[in-house]
């Protein structure tokens, strides 16, 4: 365990195969040996807090803090309980943290696609603060995810998805959300990882009728590019899309 | 490396590997009761308690728990009893190797609820999973545990 | 009755909820050698070389032991009856190795590191071969799976392996073509079930060790302990007098330790070292090194008359036993008798099969055993017909199904005592409300909910072949010991023998004291499969307890004073069940859910109706889960494509909606106090009656399992039939 960032970035610098620990779940089932474990557990990135302007999120904050969190609650809506809920069970997510999920770039990630709708940063140790979306593009050089930072204001959200059973990986995870007039709409497990869909989003005004709508969706489908896994094929996925936006803007809507 | 941990209300300090899991570890003193079911961390059956929240012992390096408190089944002997006396009256331990990690969260999910919910156990129990039951039965014992725990409140 | 069709607790219930050690990895010894297999990453090839000289350097390494260190005497795994049906096809290791996963070399050292170390420096070449993975190609491949000369079958299967055919055969009964000529509505469809996996918790484990006589002690996770006793002997070459089987608590089975799956691993280990030896199976071991369902497609012929009179059924099986030929001849014959021997208003009846071997993992034992995948097969097929004939599928099986009295040429000639099946269905029927429900209701504009039905039977033991002993003892202070050789995995045989002990002898259940099987020690059984326990053990029980009643009135009650009785039974009076699902199907994406699944159950007598309850509620849940997704799949080199719970997804208690059983209790004259089994033919009736859900729901029928969302979804876009019409509705 490390005492502070520079030390556990120095361990990190050090050796190819040293590796920062998060819940460990994934790092376990891997088949790849590493030299040192580096665990920042004693360096309080455990809590979500807020400033003026925005909400922080250690890396080490677990998705169970998250999903249960009032705070979160309060500005996103259910998105994190609702995004969470179908992952595993409650003895992973009180593991599995925020840090390690983001970092990993999953594709099946429900936990960026979350993200991905909401106006969120992230503070590398070396990079400095860098939007979500420039970090999940950005190459995968070593770095410490230090924490996630998302701008704090009220925010409709949704969160849809579709598994082939309840605890699976998402066959296709859609979140959007509506804040000061403006849509999101995040799609992941495509099964490649979250992506905004920018031009479908512009379409919708902040009460679009069941026109714009059909016109959105028809973006949708069009802008974003679906893949074929053991899960589901591209086909399927496809005319998913269109399906679960639709039901993300009219939850919203609602 | 030496770690420090309190185990059911007794202090264990110990040499251990780093990369010990945390389940190799409380077997290895003798808390047969936590079971492995999976390599990918999704049966459940390893659930013991870290600083009184329910975890996957299987994915918990047992060096993070210096300075820290497990809880495993047998530091629960009179709650496991208390609520395993409704499994066993369904029938629904079975072959009974989930059931440890089962109880281990049915009484985490107590200190989270006071009466909960069909839906709300459904939830919570989500990720302990059973092969023989098909959970109907669990669910019965479950709801009438909580039942007579209201009640008792 | 006092203690039998009582809900009694199980007598190991506290014990196994309060976590204590009982199970076999809790009670090895310390100081065993850990031992780990290497498993071939080809479908097919022949060892060229295995070198160790690095792998033997690593510190701790006891000893590495490959092909050339086995005896050369082919056996087989299946815990089946001496002479087993099943073909001689293994050793221990081959030269040849036949799926991805089939073990190389067994390496065993004092500790984990140490052997998964040297595991890696194993090095094997290899003379790589064509594979074969496609069961629809494997006959007269011109790979041949099993060229060994010394591959030995025991009796006439309809083997011939150099065609890659396991086995084969055909039965007939009345003139099938005949009776088709006189149909005015016939079916005639190809179903697909694939394998399963049975995923019981605990996965496969066994220790051994020598004992003071020298003797070999195998302690293991079984259903078999007396098979495992025997088939050690034979694959070890050494006398069965000279080991030993201890079955402690079983973390579940469901078929899959109906073979032996890591027994001879340590035991070879011990033999060699004369050192105590583990062998524990990871998850991914289990899924793909083990044993699974067998992948079968059905051909299905079935025709009626205009009033709905069916008077021919021809079934033909192309069953899939992969790489090695475990259960491969018997499970096949159950996928065409235990169907068409519900419909025995038929004039007459065919049924046909081939069992051919594939480069993929073995199959084996899955609870079910053949019948599930019949049953899948043939009442999809009587559901189509009802669609075609017009008729409420229900009415259509009232009037076809065979009834109490009945000898029935499809299920051996067999005359069935006990069959209230029409009862089954009827109170199903209500408890679903059918009639109201029946075939479909809207509850939104892109949901709707949908009614399916499937009836189902199997058997009670092997008749002739299953033997079960019991002996029961007076001991001091007037309590009783109850020996026997029945494996409890989990069911709670324990309990339901010594709840007819209890009953037999007039006493209560903490007078009876129950022992966990030893081989030395315990009367001669062969297992806990093919729903054999409670019917042909439990005879067993209740003529031990009777002779020792006469003993007691003749003689007075003194320690020591016993009786010992054997049991097999000439007949398998088959169980019945009629099972009926809810499904709500939200029509935009295909997403399909059970809400509820009804299953009413004849039994003969529950010996313990809380325990055959819940017996019941698993096995449908399993077989939800096997309707839905579980698929055990392949890609193009043959590798397993899901082999962990991440990936092979079981129901979860979010998956299932609510399940409701009840019991319409007959009495079998043939069993104790009036039993049949129940443990195989809950799992048969999912499928089908899903299957038939989704067909009222959307007016497709899916043929082959499992029944994805993106199936029924892609299958609706293509048809386009009744869907847009459904939606008028």
Known sequence: MVQSLDEAYELLAQDRNNVILGGLLWIKMGRKQYQTGIDLSGLGLNAISETEDSIHIGCMTTLRQMEISPLLLQWFGPLFSDAFKGIVGVQFRNLATLGGSVYSRFGF??????????????????????????????????????????????????FQTLRKSATDFSILSVATSLCKGNWKIAAGARPSMAILAENAAGLLSPEPDEKTIKAALDRVVNELSFGTDQRAGAGYRKLLAGVLVKRGIEAICR | MQITCRINNREFIREIEPDLLLIDFVRSLGFKSVKRGCDTS???????????????????????????????????????????????????????????????????????????????????????????????????????????????? | MKTVNQGIEK???????????????????????????????????????????????????????????????????????????????????????????????????????????????????????????????????????????????????????????????????????NEFSRCCVIVDRVYHTKANNQAMMETHRSFSYPDHAGRLVICSSTQIPFHVRRIAATALDIPKSRIRVIKPKVGGGFGAKQTLVSELFPALVTMKTGKPAKMVFDRSETFTASTSRHEMKIRVRIGADKAGHILAIQMDTLSNTGAYGEHGPTTVGLSGHKAMSLYN????????????YTNTMSAGAYRGYGATQGTFALESAVNELSDLLSMDPLQLRLKNILKSGDTVAAYYGETINSCPLPACIQKGREMIGWDRKFPFRKISPTRIRAVGAAIAMQGSGIPDIDRASARVEVQEGGFYTLMIGAADMGTGCDTILAQM???????????????????????????????????????????????????????????????SATHSSPVSPPPFMAGFSEIE????????????????????????PSLARVQTEGGIVQGIGMALYEDISYNPKGKMTRDSFMQYKIPSRLDVGRVRVEFESSYEPTGPFGAKSIGEVVINTPSPAIAHAIHNAAGIYLRKLPMTAETIFMTLKEQKTAWPSVLKN
């Open chain 3, 585 to 608: 199907m939200d029509l935009e994406t295909g997403e399909t859910k059970v809400v509820e699944f009804v299953g009413v159950v004849d039994c003969g007598t529950p010996i313990n």
């Open chain 3, 345 to 356: 208003r038929a004039k007459a009846v065919q049924f046909t099969y081939k069992v051919v």
């Open chain 1, 109 to 158: 990630s429900d936990v960026i696609t979350a993200l991905t709708a909401l106006d969120t940063q992230v503070r590398l140790y070396r990079a400095g603060v860098v939007t979500l979306s420039k970090f999940l593009n950005m190459d995968q050089k070593r770095d410490i995810l230090e924490k996630v930072i998302i701008k704090k204001q009220v925010t409709q959200t949704s």
């Open chain 3, 501 to 563: 002990a209890a009953e037999s002898l007039g006493c209560d259940m903490d007078k009876i004291v129950v022992s966990s099987v030893d081989t030395d020690a315990s009367p001669y059984d062969t297992g806990s499969y093919a729903s054999s326990t409670t019917y042909v053990t439990g005879m067993a029980v209740v003529k031990a307890c009777e002779e020792l009643k006469r003993k007691i009135e003749a003689k007075g009650i003194y320690p020591a004073l016993s009786a």
């Open chain 3, 11 to 177: 007598i190991d219930a506290m014990s196994l909820l309060t976590g204590k050690a009982v199970y076999t990895d809790d009670l090895a010894l310390e100081n065993c050698l850990v031992v780990k297999v290497l498993r071939s990453p080809h479908a097919f090839a022949k060892i060229k070389d295995i070198d160790l000289t690095d792998a033997m350097k690593i510190e701790g390494m006891e000893c590495i032991l490959t092909y050339r260190d086995v005896p050369n005497k082919r056996f087989t795994m299946a815990g089946q009856s001496y002479p087993e049906p099943s073909p001689y096809d293994r050793l221990i290791l081959d030269r040849m190795v036949r799926y991805v996963g089939d073990p190389m070399a067994i390496a065993a050292g004092t500790s984990e590191k140490a052997v998964d170390k040297a595991l890696k420096l194993i090095h094997v070449s290899y003379d790589l071969l064509d594979p074969v993975l496609d069961p629809d190609k494997a006959l007269d491949h011109k790979s041949i799976i099993h060229p060994e000369a010394d591959y030995h079958v025991n009796g006439d299967i309809g083997n011939e392996v150099k065609r890659n055919l396991c086995a084969s055969g055909e039965f007939s009964a009345g003139d099938v073509e």
């Open chain 2, 42 to 153: 999704n049966c459940g059956l390893c659930t013991v308690w870290v600083d009184e929240k329910p975890v996957l012992s299987c994915s918990v390096l047992a060096a993070r728990v210096n300075h820290r408190i497990v809880t495993t089944l047998e530091g629960l002997e009179e709650e496991a009893k208390a609520v395993g006396r409704f499994l066993a009256k369904e029938g629904a331990e079975q072959c009974g190797f989930c059931s440890p990690g089962l109880i281990m969260n049915i009484l985490a999910m107590k200190k989270e609820f006071k009466t909960p919910t069909t839906d709300d156990i459904k939830q919570y129990l989500a990720g302990n999973l059973c092969r023989c039951s098909g959970y109907e039965s669990q669910l019965r014992a479950i709801e009438k545990y909580f039942d007579l725990e209201g009640k008792n409140q």
